[in-house]
């Protein structure tokens, strides 16, 4: 095993060992029981496509591909307005670090560094809808929990 894999062996291990370490601190009975509401879906929903904004942002920045630089300069936008929905919601604190956490797991998810394709299919549609409506996509997790 060469010391390039080796080296990125163990930085996925240790970004999926923070990110359990995240999550299980916040898996507290109360947030479990919120985030199970129709608001705490939508908080949640929020808060992953602030992530996913966010970290597409940073990886088509780091291509560094001139034609590229606007659709990341618009992702990081999306990504603060999802940002600023989801703190509207809750504490400032727990959404970055909420943020933090989905981030861990989407870059613990994906093929390689660049690889957008598993993100985009499935946040693309889910996250295009809350930004364009909030509101209806709350009244879509209202509808959900019955």
């Known amino acids: 095993m060469s010391k390039t894999t080796l080296l990125t062996v163990v930085s996925i291990l240790a970004l999926l060992a923070i990110s359990f370490v995240v999550?299980?601190?916040m898996s507290t009975p109360q947030n479990t029981?919120?985030?199970a509401s129709a608001e705490?879906?939508?908080?949640?929903e929020?808060?992953?496509c602030a992530a996913y904004y966010d970290l597409s942002a940073q990886i088509l920045s780091g291509m560094d591909v001139p034609q590229m630089a606007a659709v990341a300069g618009r992702l990081a936008g999306s990504a603060q307005q999802a940002r600023a929905l989801a703190q509207a919601k809750a504490?400032?604190?727990e959404v970055e670090q909420r943020i933090l956490a989905a981030q861990s797991?989407?870059?613990a998810a994906m093929p390689n560094a660049q690889s957008l394709g598993p993100l985009m299919t499935q946040y693309k549609g889910p996250c295009q809808s809350l930004m364009s409506d909030p509101d209806a996509r709350m009244?879509?997790?209202?509808?959900?929990?019955?």
């Open 23 to 25: 999550m299980r601190s």
């Open 33 to 35: 029981a919120a985030d």
């Open 40 to 44: 705490g879906r939508w908080l949640q």
């Open 46 to 48: 929020t808060i992953q």
């Open 91 to 93: 504490d400032t604190s």
């Open 105 to 107: 797991e989407m870059r």
């Open 139 to 146: 009244a879509y997790w209202e509808q959900q929990a019955g």
